[in-house]
């Protein structure tokens, strides 16, 4: 089993940034991509980034593509994703996820963390 647990979420004016962190615990096994997905309500959840497992690679969804940055602290197991120029349409609950390549589904999802952006 893997544990996530996500923390930095919060309110936020337009224009902010937060910096969200996910903690991986447990078996995660050996060179694993982690990702951040969200789902705004009424919304489906869609993915935001995703990093390999040395960093040497990242995908980013076009909608954040310049404002968010992932990363990654393997000796921590903890994913980052810095969130800057938030804007209301950023408001979701942003889950951490955990699978074998950038493009795979993930297979462990963290609880979510609320991020709410004030106009």
């Known amino acids: 089993q893997v544990q996530l647990v996500e923390s930095g979420g919060g309110l936020v004016q337009a224009g902010g940034s937060l910096r969200l962190s996910c903690a991986a615990s447990?078996?995660?096994?050996?060179?694993?991509?982690m990702s951040w997905f969200r789902q705004a309500p009424g919304k489906e959840r869609e993915f935001v980034a995703a990093?390999?497992?040395?960093?040497?690679?990242?995908r980013y969804a076009d909608s954040i593509k310049g404002r968010f940055t992932i990363s990654r602290d393997n000796a921590k197991n903890t994913v980052y994703l810095q969130m800057t120029s938030l804007n209301p349409e950023d408001t979701a609950v942003y889950y951490c996820?955990?699978?074998?390549?950038?493009?795979?589904?993930?297979?462990?999802w963290g609880q979510g963390t609320q991020v709410t952006v004030s106009s």
């Open positions: 990093i390999s497992w040395i960093a040497e690679s990242t």
């Open positions: 447990g078996r995660t096994g050996s060179r694993y991509a």
């Open positions: 996820a955990v699978g074998s390549n950038l493009y795979s589904i993930p297979g462990y």
